[in-house]
């Protein structure tokens, strides 16, 4: 029976959010391993306080991780634009 460790700064995530991702981890192992099971997969989100969790030497907070998402989603917006174009 698979545990899972899913870590994710705080305040990123909300609830809904998070159970997706439990769900959805749990459906990927489901496939991989079979449905019977299912009932033993466990994942656990993980959340570490912002300012806690490092790359390259810089602190990441939430709000730094939400700046990300949304140059992303600026990025994908502009892709689309182009697209249609």
Do not use: C, Y
């Not at 959805?24 to 997969?41: F, H, K, P, W, Y």
């Not at 969790?53 to 730094?64: D, E, R």
Request: aromatic share 4%.
């Amino acid at each position: 029976m698979p545990l899972i460790d899913v870590h994710v700064i705080k305040n990123v995530f909300n609830q809904t959010q998070k159970q997706r991702i439990i769900k959805d981890i749990t459906d990927a192992m489901v496939a991989i391993e079979g449905e019977a099971l299912r009932g033993v997969t466990w994942v656990r989100i993980r959340e570490t306080n912002e300012g806690d969790w490092a790359i390259g030497g810089q602190a990441l907070t939430a709000g730094a991780v939400h700046s990300l998402r949304d140059q992303g989603s600026a990025a994908n917006s502009d892709d689309q634009t182009h697209q249609v174009a």
